[in-house]
């Protein structure tokens, strides 16, 4: 009977080849989850575009890496550079007229930007696919029988240093320390001279940066470049819910284990219960835990 | 600092929410170096006093329709939050609103969010940490965590970090033990007096607020009922009977909470006193 659902085996090689490429995967995922849980737990904001905005980052590293064939590291800089104003942008163009406003009102605006923006891609890059980027080193070697990608020990290399980035910005700087203090009380935040306004806008930057990193990461292993890749958003979903929509470390955790998980089911079922696998791992996760496996609610003593 | 001149000065203040009056053609006045109380039972307006001097009321949808609210001197009507605790008005919110999440130290960092002076900050957290010296071991804990008699000094020393000119207190007693109450005002007296910092205290707890204080406002139903000294307002028979328990002595109690002001005197079979101006 199991056998129908595809090949199990129990060759380690085979099963250390899919944990490399579920980590890799799921690196991706983990930077996806985290810029959409740093919208969430800093302006309380459901982002449906987040996936949106990865593309986004994609296309435009096929505008300066490719199109433009700048020096790779001026092109990254360009890229990133380009996508924090487009995150400014969202806020004191959208964003910042909606604070206030009911919760499903700003849902249903994310999904508006959404839409803006795949339109937007079609009109200035056409319906046509592009090849994915190339720009990462190609090659490979074997450990233990399973093959290591260069492009992929590099996406993992930047994936963690992108989270201890971030970390490192929220525990020290005094901009990460407003954003957790508007995160936890608003008011009490704007009461003490903390300008929300502000913050939210340095919120959505940092988010769209965080989505250019991932959508140059992701350019490099998709199939192709097209405005399908958006559905990456979705796919990251699990991986914010299951480690809980409030935790930036769970974000982590939670992407790479639902990439993970994703692999495995690859591997061993076939590729059509991917998703259906990965989605049960986040309805389990939240009919046991519904804040997730970090997720917490906040601590406070009335 | 204590120049003989105004810190605050409001005047004529009206405020609504939607088609609700809530503070109406209110005058407060605090002096420089001054600690001032304003007294009243819930639904007076005060918290919507605070909201109006800090700038806040749009949070609650609540607008200014009237008055000004100067410190010293300058109009800070309109401004934004931030732009007013830059200009010196601190404040303790009613009920902390600690940052729960974050520790200690954070959170009094939070409160110098309009300084850019480094050395200058870490003086000020020194400063805190002598006067609230049991803090000190407690720096690196998460501030949801502390006792409630803790979680008040982090609020009032986190108010102090910006280095006001005015501190607003807005309920500070509650939910607090008297022992603990007692200590914090003793507290704001000390910085008062030692730094010149002019207080704005917002009270239930009457007896205590009058016995700091030099002066003192009774608010009700949006209005100033009544002004005075802190001992003029303590030897007030009515205030007396409505904010201090009816004994005339002033011993901490709950007794002004627990019995709303405007039915008491109706118990009595009296009119309100408001009725009759």
């Known amino acids: 009977m199991l056998l129908a659902f595809g090949n199990f085996t129990a060759d380690p090689s085979v099963n250390l080849q899919l944990l490399i490429g579920g980590l890799a995967l799921g690196a991706i995922y983990a930077v996806v989850a985290l810029g959409f849980v740093l919208v969430y737990k800093s302006t309380d904001v459901l982002n449906l575009a987040h996936g949106e905005f990865l593309m986004l980052g994609a296309y435009f590293a096929l505008t300066f890496l490719i199109s433009e064939n700048l020096n790779f590291f001026l092109g990254v800089f360009v890229l990133l550079l380009v996508m924090l104003v487009f995150g400014l942008l969202v806020h004191y163009g959208i964003m910042r007229r909606m604070v206030g406003q009911g919760f499903f009102a700003i849902v249903l605006i994310t999904l508006g930007i959404a839409t803006i923006i795949r339109a937007l891609l079609l009109i200035f890059y056409g319906p046509t696919e592009r090849a994915r980027l190339d720009l990462l080193p190609q090659g490979s070697f074997e450990v233990g029988g399973a093959t290591v990608r260069?492009?992929?020990?590099?996406?993992?290399?930047?994936?963690?240093?992108?989270?201890?980035?971030?970390?490192?910005?929220?525990?020290?700087?005094?901009?990460?320390?407003?954003?957790?203090?508007?995160?936890?009380?608003?008011?009490?935040?704007?009461?003490?001279?903390?300008?929300?306004?502000?913050?939210?806008?340095?919120?959505?930057?940092?988010?769209?940066?965080?989505?250019?990193?991932?959508?140059?990461?992701?350019?490099?292993?998709?199939?192709?470049?097209?405005?399908?890749?958006?559905?990456?958003?979705?796919?990251?979903?699990?991986?914010?819910?299951?480690?809980?929509?409030?935790?930036?470390?769970?974000?982590?955790?939670?992407?790479?284990?639902?990439?993970?998980?994703?692999?495995?089911?690859?591997?061993?079922?076939?590729?059509?219960?991917?998703?259906?696998?990965?989605?049960?791992?986040?309805?389990?996760?939240?009919?046991?835990?519904?804040t997730g496996l970090w997720g917490r609610k906040d601590l406070e003593r009335v | 600092m204590s120049g003989g001149g105004l810190n605050l000065r409001i005047q004529g203040l009206t405020v609504v929410y939607g088609g609700v009056t809530a503070l109406d053609n209110v005058n407060i006045s605090v002096p420089s170096g001054g600690f001032v109380s304003v007294l009243g039972a819930n639904g007076a307006g005060k918290t919507t006093l605070v909201r109006s001097i800090t700038s806040l009321l749009h949070l609650h949808k609540g607008r200014v329709r009237r008055g000004s609210i100067e410190l010293g001197g300058k109009s800070i009507l309109g401004k934004k939050s931030p732009d007013i605790v830059a200009a010196g008005v601190a404040q303790v919110p009613e009920g902390r609103k600690l940052f729960p999440n974050l520790t200690v130290k954070e959170n009094l960092l939070c409160g110098a969010a309009s300084r850019s002076d480094v050395s200058g900050i870490d003086e000020s957290?020194?400063?805190?940490?002598?006067?609230?010296?049991?803090?000190?071991?407690?720096?690196?804990?998460?501030?949801?965590?502390?006792?409630?008699?803790?979680?008040?000094?982090?609020?009032?020393?986190?108010?102090?970090?910006?280095?006001?000119?005015?501190?607003?207190?807005?309920?500070?007693?509650?939910?607090?033990?008297?022992?603990?109450?007692?200590?914090?005002?003793?507290?704001?007296?000390?910085?008062?007096?030692?730094?010149?910092?002019?207080?704005?205290?917002?009270?239930?707890?009457?007896?205590?607020?009058?016995?700091?204080?030099?002066?003192?406002?009774?608010?009700?139903?949006?209005?100033?009922?009544?002004?005075?000294?802190?001992?003029?307002?303590?030897?007030?028979?009515?205030?007396?009977?409505?904010?201090?328990?009816?004994?005339?002595?002033?011993?901490?109690?709950?007794?002004?909470?627990?019995?709303?002001?405007?039915?008491?005197?109706?118990?009595?079979?009296?009119?309100?006193?408001?009725?009759?101006?």
């Open chain 1, 150 to 290: 260069h492009v992929d020990l590099i996406i993992f290399a930047v994936v963690a240093a992108c989270v201890l980035l971030f970390f490192l910005f929220f525990k020290y700087t005094r901009l990460g320390l407003h954003m957790r203090a508007v995160a936890d009380d608003i008011e009490a935040a704007a009461a003490m001279g903390i300008d929300p306004d502000k913050v939210y806008a340095m919120t959505w930057a940092a988010a769209m940066v965080m989505a250019g990193v991932g959508g140059l990461l992701f350019g490099h292993v998709t199939g192709a470049i097209d405005r399908s890749i958006e559905a990456i958003g979705l796919r990251a979903f699990p991986a914010a819910v299951v480690g809980g929509l409030t935790s930036l470390g769970g974000s982590i955790v939670g992407g790479l284990v639902v990439g993970v998980i994703e692999q495995f089911a690859n591997g061993h079922l076939g590729t059509k219960w991917r998703e259906p696998v990965a989605f049960s791992v986040m309805f389990v996760v939240l009919l046991v835990r519904p």
């Open chain 2, 125 to 277: 957290l020194e400063q805190n940490l002598e006067l609230f010296s049991q803090l000190r071991p407690l720096l690196n804990q998460t501030a949801g965590l502390l006792s409630g008699g803790e979680q008040q000094m982090v609020a009032v020393g986190r108010a102090l970090m910006s280095q006001p000119s005015l501190l607003i207190c807005d309920e500070l007693s509650l939910g607090l033990a008297p022992k603990i109450v007692h200590r914090l005002f003793e507290l704001l007296t000390e910085i008062n007096e030692t730094r010149g910092t002019s207080i704005l205290v917002i009270e239930q707890n009457a007896s205590l607020a009058l016995q700091h204080a030099n002066d003192a406002y009774v608010l009700e139903l949006g209005r100033v009922l009544m002004e005075g000294t802190a001992a003029e307002l303590r030897g007030n028979p009515m205030v007396q009977e409505l904010y201090l328990g009816g004994g005339g002595e002033a011993h901490t109690s709950y007794a002004a909470i627990e019995r709303p002001s405007r039915s008491r005197p109706l118990e009595h079979g009296q009119r309100p006193p408001v009725a009759e101006s």
